[in-house]
Antibody
């Protein structure tokens, strides 16, 4: 059974940092590009960041560029998102998602981890 | 970026009825790189349709996708009880990929 399990969310004050993790199982992790997608309360989904299979290609949404860092560890089937300088508008449910290639949809998603940025 | 607008926001139907969901793009979607997902509360979204009209592995035949350019449709021919959920579209042909706001299909 394919699983993507996110963790690391919580309540955090503005300006602080948080690190999200996503552990994959049930598929060959190192042949999938991995992404983070978020959904703020009452809003639609927003793509956040993506990383290629070998970590050579990394992209970010303008809204998080310079503050968030995506990384992966293929040996541990894990994906991470280091979030610095958090703002209230970063409050969202954060999903990790997997796709084989750039021209593919997401084959797999996790259930999400909630990040709440508030004082 | 490509803005995707889904309609209606909510669709109230009974089991056995036909559901027609719309996803309209602000500009043409490259090579029909348009997907549909089903999302139930507390669960991971599930890929239903990719390339505008191709069913993903294991997706029942009652789900079908159509359209090209800027107008796309997801049709559920006869609603089953397990089909009541939120459906959202995604375009993945132009960076950044973008998503529609979702259509909730609820039991009437």
């Amino acid at each position: 059974e394919v699983q993507l399990v996110e963790s690391g969310g919580g309540l955090i004050q503005p300006g602080r940092s948080l690190r999200l993790s996503c552990v994959a199982s049930g598929f060959t992790f190192d042949v999938y590009g991995m992404h983070w997608v978020r959904q703020a309360p009452g809003k639609g989904l927003e793509w956040v960041s993506g990383i290629s299979t070998d970590s050579a290609n990394i992209i970010y949404a303008d809204s998080v560029k310079g503050r968030f860092t995506i990384s992966r560890d293929n040996a541990k089937n894990s994906l991470h998102l280091q979030m610095n300088s958090l703002r209230p508008d970063d409050t969202a449910l954060y999903y990790c998602a997997a796709r084989r290639r750039g021209g593919d949809p997401f084959d797999y998603w996790g259930q999400g981890t909630l990040v709440t940025v508030s004082s | 970026e490509v803005v995707l607008t889904q309609s209606p926001v909510t669709l109230s139907l009974s089991p056995g009825e036909r559901a027609t969901l719309s996803c309209r793009a602000s500009q043409s979607v490259s090579s029909s790189f348009l997907a549909w997902y089903q999302h139930k509360p507390g669960q991971a979204p599930i890929l239903l349709i990719y390339g505008a009209s191709n069913r993903a592995t294991g997706v029942p035949h009652r789900f079908s996708g159509s359209g090209s350019g800027t107008d796309f449709t997801l049709t559920i021919s006869r609603l089953e009880p397990e089909d009541f959920a939120v459906y959202f579209c995604q375009q993945y042909g132009t960076s950044p990929m973008t998503f529609g706001q979702g259509t909730k299909v609820e039991i009437k």
